[in-house]
């Protein structure tokens, strides 16, 4: 068995002002050092066997500060946020995420393009990481495709029961995968 403990990078400028910013880098904004800094407090008893986070900017200078003079960081292109395609950059109020379950957003992808590749991502540490405790450090649409892929919700439930939708913002999410 692996267990994950799955952290979501910290806010951006992006964040701040709802924009979708899909496979851009994402620039964290003062609000969002300050989340990483404060979260090595918070978790600085537990301990982990590597990180992994996605390779997109945001993600990966949320791990450094979180984790970077203390773990080994991985970064892997499997764990970006969804492409949200002609959406990049624009407000999130313009799109209605559960309209992009199947079809892909325009020059995008769907949520089951996300799925696919969290599932290879998985059957990646199952190879590899048996018995080990992983910290995920990644974006919204990923870990809902860990919802669907390790706790059984469709992708409407994991939508319409993402913690973003009341703040309900914690220090880790836990998943676990049988091998």
Avoid at 80 to 100: A, C, L, Q, S, V
Avoid at 119 to 141: N, P
Wanted: proline share 3%.
């Amino acid at each position: 068995m692996i267990k994950i403990t799955y952290f979501v990078h910290g806010t951006t400028a992006d964040n701040e002002r709802k924009l979708a910013t899909g496979w851009l880098p994402g620039k964290l904004s003062e609000l969002g050092i300050k989340q990483a800094k404060k979260l090595k407090e918070i978790i600085a008893n537990r301990k982990f066997d590597i990180v992994f986070c996605s390779d997109l900017k945001r993600a990966v200078d949320s791990a450094k500060l979180t984790f970077g003079d203390k773990y080994k960081i991985v970064e892997d292109r499997r764990l970006r946020e969804i492409n949200y395609g002609d959406f990049t950059g624009k407000p999130m109020r313009e799109f209605e995420m559960k309209e992009y379950i199947d079809k892909p957003f325009s020059n995008g992808e769907s949520y089951k393009d996300v799925e696919k590749r969290i599932s290879h991502f998985l059957d990646f540490l199952r190879r590899k990481y048996d018995g080990r405790h992983i910290a995920i450090v990644a974006h919204q649409a990923p870990q809902l495709a860990f919802e669907v892929l390790l706790k059984g919700k469709t992708w409407a439930e994991a939508i319409d029961e993402d913690w973003r939708n009341r703040g309900a913002w914690r220090p880790g999410w836990e998943y676990e995968i049988k091998c």
